[in-house]
Structure formats: C-alpha cells, structure tokens
C-alpha cells in the first residue's frame, strides 16, 4: 500500500514562497510514474479544491486552478517518488490544508495534508 507524505508547509509572508512536497513510500502497484499526481487545499468550513495537477509519465502536461495560474508551479521526479508545489506571491487566501493526491486508474491515494499560514 501506498503511503504519502507531505511536508514543507508553514508560516510565510504575503509575496512570499513555500515549496510543497509529497513523497510516495511503501508499495507503487505499477510504477510512480504511471500515477498522475494533483494537489489540493482545504479551508474550514469548505469544500476540498483543486489547486493544481500533473500527468503521468514525465509531467509535461500540467492545469492549474484559476488563483494558482502563474503563481504555482507543480512538478514531479519519478526517481524520488515526489509530488512538488511551488507557491510564489503567496496571499492571506492561500492559507489552508494543502493536500497531495496520486492516482491511478480510478485509485486515489491521499496525503495526511501540510497547514499553510501566510500572514499580512
């Protein structure tokens, strides 16, 4: 079974950077590469959404919610089993849980979620 970790969230300044990641550990049925990888951020109170996705294979397909085009950037390295999101010009809005998914063929796998903080 698959286990996902995220980590490198935190506290920062509005217009500052973070750099999310998720490293995949434990059993990868298929290869990680086969696994098309996505984040997400959760506020209390709403509903999980999408902040940004990456193909399978070596990434070069990518989307982005609206708020995260041209500030996130998400990325991959198979050899590392790792999920990237680097967030720059971070606004108070970005503060939320920042989850990572992995999937496979219907399969999700989901990370425990990473706070970030970003101050005035």
């Known amino acids: 079974q698959m286990q996902l970790v995220e980590s490198g969230g935190g506290m920062a300044q509005t217009g500052g950077s973070l750099r999310l990641s998720c490293v995949a550990s434990?059993?990868?049925?298929?290869?990680?590469?086969?696994?098309?990888g996505s984040w997400y951020r959760q506020v209390p109170g709403k509903e999980r959404v999408l902040v940004a996705f990456i193909a399978s294979g070596s990434g070069g397909l990518t989307e982005y919610a609206d708020f995260a085009q041209g500030r996130f950037t998400i990325s991959r390295d198979n050899g590392q089993k790792t999920i990237y999101l680097q967030m720059n010009g971070l606004s108070v809005e970005d503060t939320a849980v920042y989850y990572c998914k992995v999937s496979l063929r219907a399969k999700d796998y989901w990370g425990q979620g990473t706070q970030v903080t970003v101050s005035p």
């Open positions: 434990g059993y990868v049925h298929g290869g990680y590469s086969a696994y098309t």
